[in-house]
């Protein structure tokens, strides 16, 4: 049995790995970072939530998307969703966003869309977005190396700062829906 990688509160590393899995080598995966000017997603179904039916409101979230196998639609491998994975497009979308966009503006994500190879050559953490102002450890760390880079440095603060068209494009919720899904 092949082990994915995964620490929960570590989803762009969780995805940074997962997007480099041989059972995923023949299908088309694109990695969608959701995110939004306040730095504020309400996402049910979500493994941290405090209780089963309360939103999480994730400063961003990292999910993996894969061409559904017999090519029909989209699987939306979300390793923090918990009703499992991989989930259709639809599935995920019901799960994780049940109310659409009838939440306030504030928690609606924008989704920063790129080619999961694109992904894994651009993505560099230093982790320091998850220390406290005196340098501990807000969630505990993956045993694993960080995901940098030193010659480009820390640049998760840019790939969630959707006011930055690269890489990769950005879409909002509903073209996000409507370019995944199979209907």
Not at 4 to 33: D, M, Q, T
């Amino acid at each position: 049995m092949v082990e994915i990688k995964y620490k929960p509160f570590y989803c762009e590393e969780n995805v940074w790995h997962l997007a480099s899995y041989r059972g995923l080598a023949r299908r088309s995966c694109h990695v969608a970072i959701l995110s939004n000017q306040e730095q504020g997603v309400a996402m049910w179904g979500q493994r941290a939530a405090a209780e089963e039916r309360q939103p999480v409101v994730w400063d961003y979230h990292v999910v993996l998307l894969a061409e559904a196998a017999e090519g029909d639609g989209w699987e939306v491998l979300d390793l923090d969703c918990s009703r499992g994975w991989p989930l259709t497009l639809e599935e995920w979308l019901e799960t994780s966003f049940p109310y659409g966009e009838e939440v306030p503006d504030e928690y609606v994500p924008a989704f920063r869309i790129m080619e999961a190879e694109v992904y894994r050559e651009t993505l560099s953490s230093d982790r320091s977005h998850m220390r406290d102002d005196q340098g501990e450890w807000i969630k505990e760390p993956p045993p694993w190396s960080p995901i940098l880079d030193r010659d480009r440095g820390m640049n998760l603060p840019d790939l969630i700062d959707m006011r930055l068209d690269d890489p990769g494009e950005i879409a909002s919720f509903e073209a996000f829906r409507r370019r995944y899904s199979c209907s």
